[in-house]
C-alpha cells in the first residue's frame, strides 16, 4: 500500500447523531472515516480495510461494543487493530473486555472532550502510518535484495563461463605454440600462426571489453571529444567490422544522411559503438543475411540505426540484453566465444554522449533493429554559432 494512501478509522455508533458528531471531531484531509450502525456493519468494513483504529460504542442494541471487539480479537485479521471504547458511564468500565492482552485498548467516556479524542486517536493514527511506512521499507529492501542476490547469480555464472571461454584458446595457442617450436608441421606453419592470431585477438579484446566496462563503472573513462564527421566516424566502424560482414557472406547496405553531418563526439568511441552493433548483426544473423547502416539528423541530435534480419530477440529479453553478461538462451551457438559483455559496454558508452540505445525485433527469427540516439552536445555549436549539426562542404 503507497505510504501517503489516506489511513482508514472505523468508527461504530448505533445513533447516527453520534456518528456525524464523531465524524466531525475526527475530519482530516489524511483519514478515511469508514461509519457503521452495527457490529454486523463493522465486521463487513473491517473484512474490507485495514483500518489503524476502531472507535466502538459501548452500548449498541444487538450486538454491544464489547462483544464486536471480542469477536475482533478472535479473528488473525483484525487481531492487532487498536480499539477505543466510547463509554457511556461508569457501569460500562466496569464490565470485563476479555480480550486485552491481543492489542492496544483505551476508553473514552461522553461527552466527549474533543482534545481527549483527538490526542487519543493521533497516537494509533501515527503508529499505524509508521507501521505502514516500515513495511514499505521491509519491500523495498526484499526487492533490493533480490536484485543483489540476481547480480551475484549472474557474476558466479559470467566467473564459470569466462573460466570455460579462456581454456579453450589458451590450450590451442599451447598447443599451436607447441606444433611451431617442435617445427613438426613447417608446412602448415603459416596456417598455424593465422589461427593463433586470430584467437590472441579475440581473447585481446575479451579482455579490453572487460576492462573498459570497469573502468567506466568506476567512472574512470573521459570521452576525448571533438568535431567529426558522423561519415567517417561510420564508415570506420564500416571498416572494423568488414570481415565479419563478408566472412558470413553477408551484404551490407549504408544510408548516409543526405547532407553530410558534424557532431561533437569521441570519434574512436562511437566507431566502437557501431562497430559493435555491426560485428553483432553479423554474428546473430544466419549466412548470407542482410545488414542495413543508416544514420539522419536533425535539431534534436543524431540517430543510427543497425539492423539486420538474423536470429531476432524475444520481447522478454529486449531490455535485458544490455545488461551485462546477459545472452538469449539459445543464442549461445551464434555468440562465438562472446560473453554478454559488448552490448552492456556500447550502453554505457553511448550515455557517456548523454545518449540513449533501444533495440526492436520482431521477435525470434524476425531480425533486430539497434538504434543510437545522440543527443545533441553542448559545444556542439559551430563557428557562426548556427545549428549544432551543420551540413560539411
Ligand atoms: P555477446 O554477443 O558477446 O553474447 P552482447 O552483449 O554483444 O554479447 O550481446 C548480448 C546478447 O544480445 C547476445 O548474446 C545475443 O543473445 C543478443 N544480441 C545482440 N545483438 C543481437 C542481434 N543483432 N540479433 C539478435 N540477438 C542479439
Known sequence: MATNAPVP???????SANLLALEGLLQRDDLVLLKAQSGEEALELLLQNDVALALLDVQMPGMDGFELAEI????ERTRHVPIIFVTAGSSDSQRQFRGYEAGAVDFIAKPIEPHVLRSKANVFIDLYCQRRQIAAQRDELAVSAAALREADRAKDQFLAVLAHELRNPVAALMSGLDLLNRQRAPDQAEMIRGQMERMLF????????LLDVSRISEGKVSLKTGRISLEDVLLSAVEGSRHNIDAAGHSLTVE??????WLEADYTRLAQIVANLLNNAAKYTPAGGEIG???SADEAGVEIRVSDNGVGIPADMQARIFEIFTQVENHRAHAQGGLGIGLALVRRLVSLHGGSISVTSGGQGKGSTFTVRLPVMQGQVDEIGAAPLVPKG
Open 9 to 15: 478509522v472505523l468508527l461504530v455508533d448505533d445513533l
Open 293 to 295: 547502416l543508416s544514420a
Open 256 to 261: 548516409m544522411p543526405e547532407t553530410p553531418v
Open 202 to 209: 579475440h581473447l585481446a579484446r575479451l579482455v579490453e571489453d
Open 72 to 75: 475482533m480479537r478472535g479473528s
